[in-house]
């Protein structure tokens, strides 16, 4: 699989999310599998469809969005997020690849066939950089 493959496959796979409405499944999907990630969230509703919880999943979306249009500068691009999340929030980095699961997970199950291991190799590598960048201020 050539990198132009790669590239090609995370913005035709990715906005799945938002076209489908399923912004908030990756993260409810998240809480409910790894409880432990909801102390992050207490003060918020994320009960299933809450706008909250809707709220949140399409900021992720959006944020991915972003990181793949910007794909050759993902670390600058993404700077503010990364010390956002690690001086503020202090999120622990094991979380973003708990929700990279939850990610993958809901994808797989909505697209079915057309998740193909092209497409899950691409969006696997996106999110694991996606991740590393955001947890590479945390300390």
Known sequence: MTQATQREEIPRV?????FADLVFLPCYR???TFPKTKTYFSHLDISPRSDHLRCHGKKIVQAL???ARNISTLTTTLAPLSRFHAYQLRIHPTNFKLLNHCILVTLACYMGENF????????DKYLSAFSAVLAEKFR
């Open 65 to 67: 969005a972003e990181g």
């Open 14 to 18: 990715s906005c799945r999310l938002c």
């Open 116 to 123: 193909t291991p092209v497409a899950h190799a691409a969006i």
């Open 30 to 32: 998240m809480f409910t």
